[in-house]
């Protein structure tokens, strides 16, 4: 026999070798997979990775664009002013003064149809009244419009701006203790306008710790007790009784929605209690 007819041991300990190295490989990757398990646990315990710490004092929504640029990207969008086919403002040109530093104005709906001047006279609507335009505006429309000049209430600034903050601040950390305040020690518009700097904000919808939905708005809490006690519910408290559905339409609804002033105060209401009440006695 010759010594060529076995090459036998060269071949086995590569193979021996590769079962080593696959092995190896194959540890490593459950090892990582492990690992990676692990941190989206960790992941499920802390819902986000926070780049910076969210609380109650922190209104402006820039800084809770670091922990969410996704979102604070889809919140500046509301910027936009190009009509589409389904709608939505158009930008018009305005020159600004000191009065009104506003560059871009929605389309005035007093001069679409003049005739609402005269059904309106004597009435704040007479004097200013727009096409609704992005929530990016909310607070310079408010304080720009011509309306202004029948000096509107304090509470008006309720779903113009962000304003958890102020109440928080007001109430001694209790919103519906500082939403009572305004209406109490009759601020006046310029007043309360100094207290906020932003539209709407997260703040005003998400629970800082959390970022589930929330309501802040007292008018709302109140509106919607009264209503479900109107149905049957007692002591109804939206933000630990409603579902998730209905969360998100009630963070719109705490201000797309009717209301009045209620007097002597000029307190925000919204009577939602009395129409539907009304509605089902009549039956
Ligand atoms: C309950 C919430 C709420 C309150 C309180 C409120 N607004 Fe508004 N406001 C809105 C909403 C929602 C819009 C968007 C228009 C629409 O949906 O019809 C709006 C639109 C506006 C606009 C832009 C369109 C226009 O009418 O020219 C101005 C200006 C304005 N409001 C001023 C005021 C003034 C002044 C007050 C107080 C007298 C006030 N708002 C109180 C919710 C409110
Ligand atoms: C703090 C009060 C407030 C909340 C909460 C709120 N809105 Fe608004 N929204 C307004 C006001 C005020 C305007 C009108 C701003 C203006 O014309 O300057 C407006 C305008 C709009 C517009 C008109 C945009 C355009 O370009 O014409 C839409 C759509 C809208 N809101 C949808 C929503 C939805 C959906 C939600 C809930 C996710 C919501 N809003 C929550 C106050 C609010
Ligand atoms: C007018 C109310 C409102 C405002 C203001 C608002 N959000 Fe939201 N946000 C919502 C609603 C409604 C949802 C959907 C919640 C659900 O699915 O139950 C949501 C969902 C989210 C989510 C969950 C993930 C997702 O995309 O669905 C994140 C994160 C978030 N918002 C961050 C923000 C940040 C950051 C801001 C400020 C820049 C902000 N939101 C401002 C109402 C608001």
Known sequence: MTETANPGPAPSRRMLALVVALAALATVAIAALLVNIFERKQEARNPFYRVVELNDTV????????????????????????????????????????????SVVARSKLEQDPRLKTIWA???????????????????????????????????????????????????????????????????????????????????????????????????????????????????DVNTMATRQEMRSYVCGQCHVTYYFQPPNKRLTFPWAKSEGRRHHRG
């Open 59 to 102: 209104d402006d929504p820039a800084i809770w664009g670091k922990d969410f640029p996704m979102q604070y990207d889809l919140y500046l969008r509301t910027v936009d002013m190009q009509r589409t086919k389904y709608g939505g403002s158009e930008g018009m040109p305005h020159s600004p003064t000191q009065a009104d530093p506003r």
């Open 122 to 236: 004597g009435y704040s609507f007479s004097a200013d009244y727009r096409e609704r335009r992005g929530h990016a505006y909310m607070l310079d429309d408010q304080t720009f419009t011509e309306r202004q000049k029948f000096a509107p209430p304090a509470m008006c600034i309720n779903c113009h701006a962000s304003i958890v903050t102020t109440y928080l601040k007001l109430g001694n950390g209790d919103l519906m203790k500082g939403f009572n305040a305004i209406s109490d020690t009759h601020m006046t518009y310029p007043q309360i306008r100094q207290t906020v700097k932003h539209p709407v904000a997260c703040i005003d919808c998400h629970d800082p710790s959390t970022m589930q939905l929330r309501i802040t708005r007292p008018a709302f809490m109140e509106g919607i007790r009264a209503l479900k006690a109107s149905q049957g519910v007692a002591n109804y």
